[in-house]
């Protein structure tokens, strides 16, 4: 298994945690915000760019009793193949796992969730169902395995958390409301203002004022009170 990314420490990608951050390379959306567009590239690139699994591995030798976790993000984690037993072997140098997905891969987020790999999961949602394809950027597709994800995190069958990043172009008031009704019963939920950057997949893009995503969050916390604020 190869990365495209290593982040060493972090003290905000894992809740309550020291952990670092590994970013697999490639992913099956194309959402024209997203910040980590580089790595999509990667998916066709030679491995001697990457960062190979047993690279990791000694790195995390290295940080055992420093460390609390990894997270494992992208891209998008679950279309890698070997992932399953890359998460193992991390587990046995005594490290919590945190895994962040699209939502898109469900039966392979249930095994991991079925065997005890994943300490906490944080699931991107990307939009209101109605503008799905739209925001993440493939034409007519079937959200059904979104949704299943959705519903098997919300059984609390592991810590978890929701989040969208909110794009003005992108995202109304009736959108995210929508979305709220659609995870009603969240115990975390969160909005992310967009922040433009060099790395993003398509320019033009704007955010929300920190006044309007407070009115935002206003709206969200009628159906989801435990919803909250990021990056304002």
């Known amino acids: 298994m190869f990365f495209g990314r290593i982040q060493k420490l972090t003290l905000l990608d ?3 945690k020291t952990a670092c951050t590994l970013f ?6 194309r959402c024209p915000f997203c910040q980590n567009s580089p790595l999509l590239n990667l998916e066709t690139s030679s491995k001697e760019q990457m960062h190979s699994s047993e690279e990791i591995l ?14 494992i993000s992208g891209g998008e ?4 193949e070997g992932l399953e037993e890359f998460i193992s072997s ?16 469900p039966h392979k987020l249930e ?7 994943v300490d906490y999961i944080a699931m991107d949602i990307k939009n209101s169902p109605e503008k799905y394809a739209q925001t993440i950027g493939v034409h007519e597709y079937d959200i059904s395995p979104v949704m299943k994800s959705i519903d098997m995190l919300l059984q609390n069958k592991v810590p978890y958390e929701f989040r969208t990043t909110v794009v003005r172009e992108l995202h109304t008031a009736e959108d995210l409301l929508s979305l709220a009704n659609r995870i009603c019963g969240a115990e975390n939920y969160y909005l992310q203002r967009f922040i433009d950057s060099e790395g993003v997949l398509q320019s033009g893009l704007n955010g ?3 006044e309007e995503m407070h009115e935002l969050l206003r709206i969200v916390k009628q159906v989801i009170p435990a919803a909250g604020l990021r990056g304002v």
Request: with cysteine; glycine share 14%; aromatic share 12%.
């Open 208 to 210: 929300y004022t920190d």
């Open 111 to 117: 095994r991991l969730i079925a065997h005890g790999m």
């Open 58 to 71: 000694g790195f995390l030798e290295t940080r055992k009793g420093l460390l609390d976790g990894v997270c």
């Open 77 to 80: 984690p679950l279309q890698s």
């Open 90 to 105: 991390i587990k046995n140098l005594g490290f919590l796992v945190k895994l962040d997905t699209n939502g898109s891969f």
């Open 24 to 29: 697999t390379a490639g992913c099956n959306f």
């Open 14 to 16: 894992y809740p309550d």
